[in-house]
């Protein structure tokens, strides 16, 4: 079993930044990609990044490329996002998700996760 708790969300203004924490305890860490999710409010669950287990491969949904980074320390089991250039659209809960690959640098692009976090609110006023 794996848990995850993210944090490092909060309310910040229209071109600001934020950087979220994904921390994972439990059974060992190894082989799963990290990705993070969020959920506007009246509005599905959509993908936002993920990295893969080695950190060589990182993958982004259109809408936040250029502006967001995935990165992990696996020698602190956590996992950040970086959020730049921060648009009242991007308001939502953040969720981090692991998913377990074969391989270190392999993403696999689903919704079906084998661990969820309990998520953490990013508010983005205009």
């Known amino acids: 079993q794996v848990q995850l708790v993210e944090s490092g969300g909060g309310l910040v203004q229209a071109g600001g930044s934020l950087r979220l924490s994904c921390v994972a305890s439990g059974r060992t860490f190894s082989n799963y990609a990290i990705h993070w999710f969020r959920q506007a409010p009246g509005k599905e669950r959509e993908f936002v990044a993920a990295i893969s287990w080695g950190g060589g491969s990182t993958y982004y949904a259109d809408s936040v490329k250029g502006r967001f980074t995935i990165s992990r320390d696996n020698a602190k089991n956590t996992m950040y996002l970086q959020m730049n250039s921060l648009k009242p659209e991007d308001t939502a809960v953040y969720y981090c998700?692991?998913?377990?690959?074969?391989?270190?640098?392999?993403?696999?692009?689903?919704?079906?996760?084998?661990?969820w976090g309990k998520g953490t609110l990013v508010t983005v006023s205009s």
């Open positions: 998700a692991a998913k377990r690959t074969q391989y270190t640098a392999q993403i696999i692009i689903t919704y079906t996760m084998d661990y």
